[in-house]
């Protein structure tokens, strides 16, 4: 049974983890997909290159696309999802209420994601959620997940230790990210990834809702 420890931050991915983005990126992909004339993919395939930054994840999807190509790839997502995005993605049930706890708790909160600081930016605004995040890390920032640089940045920005932080994601990227930094993490399974494919990078929990995750931080 894992030692019983107190976490003084908490650093958060975004998409499949506090807001319900998913279906919305992976229409985006396969939709730019078909307009360029690629395969599309089984939306399997599309959820499990969620987390790294985009350039990542359209080379993973597709490793034969020239730099032409990758570049139209890359501004037809864009175009599509924005287009999706204007009715934003919202927090996943609970999310809102678990962040306003955690923050009256004392609990320092931060992002860490794969997306680009302005989708970050327009994601948070059409929330509200700006008051809830001390910091955030995104693919303008630092290297793409599974590389620790955004958690070892943050480290360094909140001056706390890795033991003393804790990454919550629902994509194996994010729980091999918190690995690499030799930092725990639990993964939520409502959002990219299943259980069993989680439980792979080995966290020290995971959820299957957002209440559940505050309920097991209120004992940590």
Do not use: C
């Not at 997909?33 to 399997?44: H, I, N």
């Not at 032409?68 to 927090?91: C, G, M, N, T």
């Not at 209420?97 to 931060?110: D, H, R, S, Y």
């Not at 299957?208 to 931080?217: A, G, K, Q, R, V």
Request: hydrophobic share 40%; aromatic share 8%; charged share 25%.
């Amino acid at each position: 049974m894992m030692e019983r420890k107190e976490y003084s931050l908490v650093v958060f991915d975004w998409d499949g983890t506090l807001i319900d983005s998913v279906p919305n990126i992976v229409t985006a992909l396969a939709k730019a997909a078909e307009s360029l004339g690629l395969p599309v993919l089984a939306d399997e395939v599309y959820k499990g290159i969620i987390g790294l930054s985009l350039g990542e994840a359209i080379t993973t999807l597709y490793p034969d696309l020239d730099e032409d190509r990758l570049v139209a790839y890359r501004e037809a997502y864009r175009d599509f999802h924005l287009e999706l995005e204007q009715q934003p993605s919202r927090p996943y049930p609970g999310v809102t209420q678990g962040l306003e706890f955690l923050k009256n708790t004392g609990i320092k909160m931060a992002v860490a994601t794969g997306k680009r600081r302005a989708g970050l930016n327009r994601s948070m605004t059409a929330n509200d959620y700006q008051s809830f995040f001390e910091a955030s890390r995104t693919a303008d920032d630092a290297h793409s997940k599974p590389h620790p640089m955004m958690l070892e940045q943050l480290l360094d920005e909140f001056h706390v230790t890795a033991d003393q932080t804790l990454m919550v994601g629902d994509s194996g990227f994010d729980l091999a990210m918190a690995a690499n930094a030799g930092i725990d993490s639990v993964g939520v399974t409502y959002g990219a990834q299943n259980k069993s494919n989680l439980k792979e990078y080995q966290p020290v929990h995971t959820v299957d809702s957002f209440d559940e995750l505050i309920d097991w931080l209120g004992r940590h």
